[in-house]
T-cell receptor, first 108, second 115 residues
Framework: GQSLEQPSEVTAVEGAIVQINCTYQ??????LSWYQQHDGGAPTFLSY????GLEETGRFSSFLSRSDSYGYLLLQELQMKDSASYFC?????????FGAGTQVVVTP | DVKVTQSSRYLVKRTGEKVFLECVQD?????MFWYRQDPGLGLRLIYF???????EKGDIPEGYSVSREKKERFSLILESASTNQTSMYLC??????????????FGEGSWLTVV
């Protein structure tokens, strides 16, 4: 089976850096993805790690370590519009398994 | 852009009713999914399909069934709605293949209330 754990909520001020950790237990998978969801909206793709290491996309970076069963999403230069829920997801054999999500609250 | 369209945004149904949630994608994706989203529980997979007329159970299939008669359309059916099925339902699709299959595209969601 698969399970993913991530913190339920993180609060930070504008301009700060936030790291959202995701630990998982799985018997095998292709990669780890991150999705963003604003209130009332659909989750949208942010990043994907198929290999260990860091992937950078603008202000967002994502990291995966298969040996540690761990990944994270790094949000830099936080903006008010980054207030949203962030989900890590395991991709394996046609299935996408999601964590419970982390609510990021950005304050002025 | 990939578009996943769910036919109903908000529905209110009575206990015991049969409910159909329809989903259509326009990108010729092989894989389609139905999730339900509840506070604190994230997105839980109900069923998925990797081809026409094919279906696989997800983590919480009880009380649900699905139909995929055409590649672009994936329907979720609540045979006899119950109050504990009040939730937001998200349809999604993804292509097959290394690289392309790493991304899943969601519809806007259907908010179902069972009274």
């Amino acid at each position: 089976g698969q399970s993913l754990e991530q913190p339920s909520e993180v609060t930070a001020v504008e301009g700060a850096i936030v790291q959202i950790n995701c630990t998982y237990q799985t018997s095998g998978f292709y990669g780890l993805s991150w999705y963003q969801q604003h209130d009332g909206g659909a989750p949208t793709f942010l990043s994907y790690n198929g290999l260990d290491g860091l992937e950078e996309t603008g202000r967002f970076s994502s990291f995966l370590s298969r040996s540690d069963s761990y990944g994270y999403l790094l949000l830099q230069e936080l903006q008010m519009k980054d207030s949203a829920s962030y989900f890590c997801a395991i991709i394996g054999w046609g299935k996408f398994q999601f964590g419970a999500g982390t609510q990021v609250v950005v304050t002025p | 852009d990939v578009k996943v369209t769910q036919s109903s945004r908000y529905l209110v149904k009575r206990t015991g009713e049969k409910v159909f949630l329809e989903c259509v994608q326009d990108m010729d994706h092989e894989n389609m999914f139905w999730y339900r989203q509840d506070p604190g529980l994230g997105l839980r997979l109900i069923y998925f399909s990797y081809d026409v007329k094919m279906k696989e159970k997800g983590d919480i299939p009880e009380g649900y069934s699905v139909s995929r008669e055409k590649k672009e359309r994936f329907s979720l059916i609540l045979e006899s709605a119950s109050t504990n099925q009040t939730s937001m339902y998200l349809c999604a699709s993804s292509p097959t293949g290394t690289g392309a299959g790493n991304t899943i595209y969601f519809g806007e969601g259907s908010w179902l209330t069972v009274v």
